[in-house]
């Protein structure tokens, strides 16, 4: 199993929608860009949005709870990036 040191090192933007967007297409099929709102086009379920925080947080590092699992935060790979960033600490804020 991987060190700490290693699930800590710090992810470029690109790599981290890079790595969301990969996710994305395969589970869903569909090529996604960083932009588009997955809920409003139909892509996902409910459940499956469980499924893409579960994905998230073990990916990434990240513990997403309470003001963090807003509907709002998911939409766009642009905005779960940003919001992996602020999590990890690393967001341009």
Known sequence: MSSSTTNQHILSPGSICGKLTAFLERQTKRDIEPDLDIF???????LFA?????HIESTFDVAIGGPDL???????????????LRLRGESDD
Do not use: P
């Not at 409003?40 to 409910?46: E, H, K, Q, R």
């Open 50 to 54: 469980l499924e893409l925080v579960v």
């Open 40 to 46: 409003a086009a139909g892509l996902v379920s409910s």
């Open 70 to 84: 807003r509907l709002d935060n998911f939409r766009t790979v642009d905005r779960m990036t940003e919001l992996v």
